[in-house]
């Protein structure tokens, strides 16, 4: 049996049918508000945890912001001691701007490569990959951009989430071809009731759960149980 590495995500391993692949790349989509950031966050605290340093890039905002949003306490003190690195494409007020509002990816492929290469960084997770799609009128150049930051990652052992915002019909159709998994996160919406759920749509080199399964946010992460979403009278 291949070596999985476990995503510290409750339930999440279950439906993925044993964890992911270390040194693989994976999407997770999904619309505002499905959970996307947290499900990230929480497999970089989670393996922070275990001994395995993780990088957050985000393009929205800062890791003060984060630590603020985020349902998971050491966080802070994660990021204190080196743990978890946050990384913010977005200049933040008071900062200098230089070109860093001019990030393609080649260039954000190029400072990654420092953090993992100088903090040992194993675990990596991509918040979110919109802003620089949005930059590229030709599908083929933004292909090999995205698949030369996926080869980086990979050849430095690292274990990746991308996230893509969106449904599963208005992410981009690249993404099903460009990594090894891919995790829809949504909410299913009638009358007043509001059930979240997660699905695995693909894993490459294994079996894993077809269906949804109901999804809740808690105070101290994500709960993906094995029932399928339902609602109540």
């Known amino acids: 049996m291949e070596t ?8 999440l391993d279950g439906i993925l049918g044993g964890g992911f692949f270390p040194g693989q790349t994976y999407g997770i989509t999904g619309g505002p508000g499905s959970g996307k950031s947290i499900l990230s966050m929480e497999f970089l605290v989670r393996g922070a945890e275990g001994g395995e340093r993780g990088l957050y890039v985000t393009s929205e905002v800062s890791a003060d912001k984060l630590v603020r949003q985020m ?6 003190g ?31 492929t190029y400072m990654i490569k420092h953090y993992v290469r100088n903090n040992g960084i194993k675990r990596v997770a991509f918040d979110s990959v919109n802003a620089f799609v949005q930059q590229y009128e030709d599908e083929r150049p933004l292909r090999r ?10 050849s430095y052992g690292c274990t990746t989430l991308l996230i893509f915002e969106g449904s599963r019909e208005t ?5 099903d071809y460009m990594v090894d998994g891919v995790v829809e996160l949504g909410r299913l919406e009638t009358n007043q009731d509001v059930v979240r759920y997660a699905q695995v749509r693909k894993m490459r ?8 399964r109901a999804m809740e946010i808690r105070e101290n992460g994500i709960l993906i149980t094995n029932m399928k979403p339902f609602f109540g009278d």
Request: aromatic share 4%; with cysteine; charged share 25%.
């Open 78 to 108: 994660l990021i204190d001691r080196g743990d978890l690195v946050v990384f913010c494409t977005r200049p933040q007020p008071g900062e200098a701007t230089g070109d860093t509002e001019k990030f393609d990816l080649a260039g954000l």
């Open 145 to 154: 951009a995205v698949n030369d930051l996926i080869g980086m990652l990979e």
């Open 4 to 11: 999985r590495i476990k995503s510290g995500v409750t339930g």
């Open 205 to 212: 080199g294994t079996s894993h759960e077809m269906n949804k």
């Open 71 to 76: 349902p998971f306490r050491d966080l802070q």
């Open 171 to 175: 992410a981009t159709d690249s993404l």
